[in-house]
Nanobody, 129 residues
Framework: QVQLQESGPGLVKPSQTLSLTCAVFGDRVSTTHYYWSWIRQPPGKGLEWMGTIGYNGMTYYSPSLKSRTSISGDTSKNQFTLQLRSVTPEDTGVYYC?????????????????????WGQGTQVTVSS
């Protein structure tokens, strides 16, 4: 019943910050046991989990991206946001937001794309000057 919608710029210049927003419909970002994630897919490559924010505001990040990544939630707007700093052309790809219901966050199921219950349609992001 949850629907997700990504929004943000399709083109970002190198060294700038990419900001994407995922609007949530049908449930609340604060609903117990929901974990809200950003997952991306570079062209010709597989899905890459970037990070997650839990219903309680706890954040989790991919080790390879944690230094550049911030995820935040806004309960009043029922949305969550990705910021990826210092982007390069290697950050080009399709960016998805997704949601999973997780009872034990220590199993890190929220980082597995196959465990997501809901997906946005994805948004193309190109990093180019």
């Amino acid at each position: 019943q949850v629907q997700l919608q990504e929004s943000g710029p399709g083109l970002v210049k190198p060294s700038q910050t990419l900001s994407l927003t995922c609007a949530v419909f049908g449930d609340r970002v604060s609903t117990t046991h929901y974990y809200w994630s950003w997952i991306r897919q570079p062209p010709g490559k597989g899905l890459e989990w970037m990070g997650t924010i839990g219903y309680n505001g706890m954040t989790y990040y991919s080790p390879s991206l944690k230094s550049r990544t911030s995820i935040s939630g806004d309960t009043s707007k029922n949305q969550f946001t990705l910021q990826l700093r210092s982007v390069t052309p290697e950050d080009t790809g399709v960016y998805y937001c997704a949601a999973a219901v997780v009872w034990d966050p220590s199993d890190r199921a929220f980082s597995d794309y196959a465990k997501q219950s809901y997906w946005g349609q994805g948004t193309q992001v190109t990093v180019s000057s």
